[in-house]
């Protein structure tokens, strides 16, 4: 069964304190793995998409990276303005659907 | 640059009413996707069309349906509602890298 788990649920920084966030999956044959943020009671919002092993993008403070199992999220120097829900999905290639992990809530303090 | 847009935005209504969502998807995107998020839960795949033909279907109850129409837009029709169904509701639509862009939701309460 295709399953996505994230670690850790919540993440509490200080500002300017950087770290990861994990995503673990499990899919029959990974189409793509997309990491989303969500603010509370709003859509969430795209970031990245990864296709294959090894690869890395990045945006501002944000880097994804992707092995075979899992993917992490990086955030370096982060800002109270980052504080949001991360989530992970992964798309099989048998399905057009994503399957989501359950977040990281990550709150930054000044 | 265009999002998705869902109407309306928020929804009351009592248990076994009726509710329809919609949903406009980004332009030239032809697939559209419908999600449950409830509090504190990840979204939940409900169902998928493509060119207006269903294309995936997830764990949708027998009491909601949906539809795409000719010009993209796609409702969710919900019947019988429960409490349970208070949620979420997101609407998304796929550009050609497969990436699904969410609209901003559409909060259901069933009191």
């Known amino acids: 069964e295709d399953q996505v788990t994230q670690s850790p649920e919540a993440l509490r920084l200080q500002e300017g304190e950087s770290s990861s966030l994990n995503c673990s999956y499990t899919?029959?044959?990974?189409?793509?793995l997309f990491w989303y943020r969500q603010d509370p009671g709003k859509g969430p919002e795209f970031l990245f998409t990864?296709?294959?092993a090894g690869e890395e993008k990045e945006k501002e403070r944000l880097k994804a990276t992707l092995t075979k199992k899992e993917s992490f999220l990086h955030i370096t120097a982060p800002k109270p303005e980052d504080s949001a829900t991360y989530l992970c999905?992964?798309?099989?290639?048998?399905?057009?659907?994503?399957?989501f992990g359950t977040g990281t809530r990550l709150q930054v303090f000044p | 640059a265009a999002g998705v847009i869902q109407s309306p935005r928020h929804l009351i209504k009592e248990k076994r009413e009726t509710a329809t969502l919609k949903c406009y998807p980004i332009?030239?995107?032809?697939?559209v996707y419908w999600y449950q998020q409830g509090p504190g839960q990840d979204p939940q795949f409900l169902i998928s069309?493509?060119?207006?033909?269903?294309?995936d279907k997830g764990s949708i109850p027998d009491r909601f349906s949906a539809q795409q129409f000719s010009d993209y837009h796609s409702e969710l029709n919900m019947s019988s509602l429960e409490l349970g169904d208070s949620a979420l509701y997101f609407c998304?639509?796929?550009?050609?890298?497969?990436?699904?862009?969410f609209g901003p939701g559409t909060r259901l309460t069933v009191l």
């Open positions: 332009p030239r995107h032809d697939t």
């Open positions: 069309f493509y060119e207006k033909m269903q294309s």
């Open positions: 990864l296709y294959s």
């Open positions: 999905a992964v798309q099989a290639f048998n399905t057009d659907k994503l399957i």
């Open positions: 899919v029959s044959g990974l189409r793509g």
């Open positions: 998304a639509s796929r550009d050609p890298t497969d990436t699904q862009y």
